[in-house]
């Protein structure tokens, strides 16, 4: 009957929240389920009492953000895991005191960004990561001075987009890389002047939108992509020889992005001497 924020599925069942009231004329509190098949209404019914901005269905359970302050049952400030089963809240309740805007999973941690000053019982500034187990904030701790709107996540990089000026202790422009165990800002900064509300990784890339008009001094309309140039990774490999009976290996790595590799001889061994042969 409104305007749906939020999509997640599973193999069966597709999620969705929003601002909606009912669905194909069936009551539902701004959140609903439907078969991922037929399209069928799903009686899963956690009704909230306030709009869904974000969902996540991982093990078994939905993830749900937004502007509530009850849904599954249970009383739950704009954050709270649904039952698959039952539509139930579990007990598991970070408590944010502010709106929650972007979740992401990874293993046993969800990356959350919202409008929030505390959240896991702890002082998190509009982002945090949350033990999926006990509910509890973790440690890691970039500080947004602005809220967040959106999440992603490459290998050990979280990058961040929304409507802050600085994040991870470092000036940035409604968009940054961070490092997922540190939470220290990485020195990426493109530094686009207005919002970011959508972030995506895919082929190598970052894909970026908003209402942003500038990125650094180049005009962008409200789009913009970046290549993420990850790291090589270098297969281990050992050589044993005599002593005076010289003895050649090769040297090999991996590239993500597929760009061609250099070597360089950074120091020799303890014994003997290296030479580099890079024609």
């Known amino acids: 009957s409104s305007l749906v ?26 959140i609903a389920a439907a078969d991922a098949v037929t399209g069928a209404l799903s009686s899963w019914n956690p009704s909230a009492d306030g709009y869904l901005y974000v969902l996540k269905a991982t093990g078994g359970l939905v993830y749900a953000a937004g502007a ?31 709106v929650v805007y972007a979740l992401l999973v990874s293993g046993n941690l969800l990356y959350v960004g919202g409008d929030f000053t505390t959240i896991g019982g702890q002082a998190r500034n509009r982002i945090a990561a949350v033990d999926l187990t006990t509910g509890q904030a973790t440690s890691w701790n970039p500080d947004a001075d ?29 968009v940054a890389a961070i490092n997922a165990d540190t939470g220290a800002a990485q020195p990426w900064n493109p530094d686009l002047n207005d919002e970011v509300g959508a972030l995506a990784i895919g082929d190598g890339r970052l894909y970026v939108g908003g209402s942003f008009t500038l990125v650094g001094s180049a005009i962008h309309g409200g789009f913009a992509s970046f290549r993420l140039n990850r790291a090589p990774a270098a297969h281990d490999s050992s050589l044993t020889c005599l002593a005076t009976t010289p003895l050649s290996g090769t040297l090999d790595a991996d590239d993500p992005d597929d760009d061609p590799l250099t070597f360089e001889l950074t120091r020799q061994p303890d014994h003997g001497t290296l030479e580099l042969d890079t024609a």
Not at 9 to 19: I, R
Not at 68 to 94: K, M, Q, Y
């Open 146 to 174: 602005g809220p967040v709107k959106t999440l992603a996540l490459d290998d050990t990089t979280l990058f961040a987009g929304g409507q802050f000026t600085a994040l991870g202790g470092q000036s940035r422009g409604h």
């Open 68 to 98: 509530f302050s009850s849904i599954g049952v249970e009383g739950r400030a704009g954050l709270a895991a649904l039952s698959t089963f039952n539509a139930h809240a579990v007990a598991w309740d970070p408590n944010p005191d502010g």
């Open 5 to 30: 924020h939020a999509i997640t599925a599973t193999a069966s069942t597709v999620y969705f929240g929003g601002e909606f009231d009912s669905v194909d004329g069936t009551a539902r509190g701004y």
